[in-house]
């Protein structure tokens, strides 16, 4: 099964994360399936690749409670068809 998650990346008391799509055997730190997107709590910036997140979705990945909370304030969950935004 695939997750969108949050990977850490920056350097200590400054942390960024990617936002990647990777399996959920695999450590945090663990290799990804590809990089859909990045946030920065710090400055609270976010960039999204909305083609990426939205092939990933539509195909049945799950995004973890912070993730979801991040697609959900840019209202990328809202481009899905409605039968599909449903989350566990």
Do not use: H, W
Request: hydrophobic content about 35%; charged content about 35%; glycine content about 6%.
């Amino acid at each position: 099964m695939v997750k969108l998650r949050l990977k850490r990346c920056g350097r200590k008391q400054r942390a960024v994360y990617r936002i990647v799509a990777i399996d959920v055997r695999s450590r945090r730190e663990g290799r990804d399936l590809r990089k859909v997107g990045f946030y920065d709590p710090i400055k609270n910036q976010t960039y999204l690749n909305v083609p990426a997140i939205l092939y990933f979705l539509e195909r049945g990945a799950q995004p973890t409670g912070t993730v979801y909370d991040i697609l959900k304030k840019a209202e990328v969950l809202k481009e899905l068809r409605p039968n599909e935004t449903t989350f566990t």
